[in-house]
């Protein structure tokens, strides 16, 4: 039976793996197949040097997409070789250069008056990511291709894939998704689109979120270029070896690649009055949103760049010849502006477009809250019972500075949480978790968290505003409520206090995260009386 029951749920978790890439989801993949070396643990010996973008070279006057196809590997770095048998082993190098020249071809063929293509390589050169990135600079590139073969110890992986940044404003999720259709298209498995950030730590220049791990992925976004990795398919396995075993195969798949391009970006014939109403709905987009900046809350540096790519990005809009060309250009400005840490009071992790951010300008501002550091709030590291204690008995003005005994044995008299959790039994807001425990350490429930802050209010006779007409029996999840918090959780909901997450549910016994607990505090002191 329960050899029986195993094989049911191998079928089922496999049907389920192939619906899923079948449809091309963006996913983390657990094991890595992609033929491009990692980045991680590589040090240049040159700096990486930025050009800046320049609007006078003619490929970016004339408004076309502009394109740049990388050709991966060449040289020494010849990459992964073929099954072919014989005495000639032919490497992805070659496969590479000739998959991008076709792609080129085709686009200029039937697409010369809306897209302009460079290559990084038209002979057998070596470059290193960096140098590529630079290339891609220089021609004023609005996206990077780096075209692959992907090869395997292991004789039976098969199928075509894409990488993309896992950072949002440079992830070609859109066009990565219609190149992996049309290598289905072909008859080759599609394995799906995926990203892979920094396995050994490296984060991106935010200094937040970790960086791509491929360096043809990260080393264009340094640029705002955003760039994937097209893994055609497996030259190491048999069946997908006849995808790219003749120059005619080589062909299909490079114009598979282009018509991916020409449909993502509609290179098809468009109105002069199509061009002109979404040129002139981008430009008060993306003016509309500069203006609602408040430059000063980001540091001198990022003042620089928003200022540099916005009107990079108008000048770029006002001579597309495309749509394309121009949703690219206001999609990826909006997402790396809204993706730069503002400098307000110091923390680089709470950007300007977070939903969190004016809760923790409040917070720490009404001395509710402290920075875990100097430079970090920590908005997702979730919150001990020990600390919002200590938020509670500052809101309430309790002198933190002298040490004070609290009868439980696990908070020692000179932590700084003592004199506040001391106050707080003593008043009768909050309990142990026995009689001698309290767990100060211990990430605190949202229900636990309403319910101190609920008895608090009554100790201190505080009376909210504010009425939503909602209980907890309006949210999905109200009925996992406990008993002993019900009264509270009511409470929340009338007030506004809290509220349920985009699936309608109030999550009442998962943790409370820092940035949670500063909007809740917001909420609590402003209708508070």
Aim: hydrophobic share 35%; aromatic share 12%; charged share 20%.
């Amino acid at each position: 039976m329960k050899k029986k029951l195993r094989g049911i749920l191998t079928f089922l978790c496999t049907i389920s793996f192939l619906f899923i890439f079948s449809c091309g989801v963006l996913a983390v993949e657990t094991e890595h197949y992609a033929n491009e070396e990692g980045d991680d643990g590589i040090s240049y010996t040159a700096p990486l040097t930025v050009t800046p973008y320049n609007m006078t070279t003619s490929a970016a006057k004339d408004g076309y997409l502009i394109v740049v196809l990388d050709p991966g590997h060449g040289g020494s770095e010849s990459g992964t070789y073929t099954v072919a048998s014989g005495s000639t082993r032919l490497y992805e190098q070659y496969y590479n250069l000739k998959v991008a020249q076709y792609c080129k071809a085709y686009l200029e063929q039937y697409y010369g008056g809306k897209v302009t293509v460079f290559l990084t390589r038209t002979g057998d050169t070596v470059l290193s990511r960096p140098e590529r990135a630079q290339i891609a600079a220089g021609y004023g590139a609005d996206l990077m291709l780096s075209i692959h073969f992907n090869g395997s110890s292991n004789s039976s992986a098969n199928g075509g894939e894409v990488y993309v940044s896992c950072l949002e404003e440079y992830a070609l999720t859109g066009l990565s998704s219609q190149i992996v259709n049309n290598l289905g298209n072909l008859g080759i498995k599609k394995r799906g689109v995926f990203t892979r950030d920094s396995e050994d730590g490296t984060r991106w220049t935010d200094g937040i979120r970790l960086a791509d791990y491929y360096g043809i992925i990260k080393y264009p976004a340094y640029y705002e270029i955003p760039s994937c990795i097209i893994e055609h398919c497996f030259l190491t396995n048999s069946s997908d070896y006849a995808f790219a075993d003749s120059d005619d195969d080589q062909k299909k798949l490079g114009e598979a690649d282009a018509k991916a391009i020409a449909t993502y970006f509609n290179l098809g014939s468009e109105s002069p009055t199509t061009i002109k109403n979404t040129k002139d709905t981008a430009k008060n987009q993306l003016t509309t949103y500069y203006n609602s900046l408040n430059l000063t809350d980001y540091s001198t540096t990022y003042q620089t760049k928003i200022k540099t790519l916005y009107q990079d990005s108008l000048n770029r809009i006002e001579i597309a010849t495309g749509t394309g060309k121009i949703n690219l250009t206001l999609n990826r400005t909006l997402k790396t502006i809204k993706n730069y840490p503002c400098s307000i009071l110091g923390f680089n992790d709470v950007k300007r477009s977070d939903w969190f951010c004016n809760a923790v300008i409040y917070s720490v501002e009404n001395k509710l809250f402290n920075g875990t550091s100097a430079t970090t709030f920590s908005p997702n590291v979730s919150i001990t019972r020990g600390q919002f204690i200590t938020i509670i008995g500052r809101n309430s003005g309790i002198d933190g500075t002298t040490p004070a005994t609290t009868g439980f044995g696990d908070v020692s008299a000179n932590f700084y949480y003592a004199p506040y959790i001391a106050w707080a039994a003593n008043n009768d807001i909050v309990k142990g978790m026995t009689a001698t425990t309290f767990a100060p350490d211990a990430a605190i429930s949202r229900e636990d968290l309403v319910t101190i802050l609920y008895r608090y209010a009554e100790a201190k006779n505080i009376t909210v505003s504010g009425a939503t007409g909602k209980t907890i029996a309006d949210f999905s999840d109200g009925g996992n409520v406990d008993s002993w918090a019900t009264e509270a959780m009511n409470w929340a909901v009338e007030h506004g206090i809290i509220n349920g997450d985009e699936q309608g549910k109030l999550n009442p016994r998962s943790y409370t995260i820092r940035a949670e607990a500063a909007k809740i505090m917001m909420v609590f002191k402003q209708q508070s009386s």
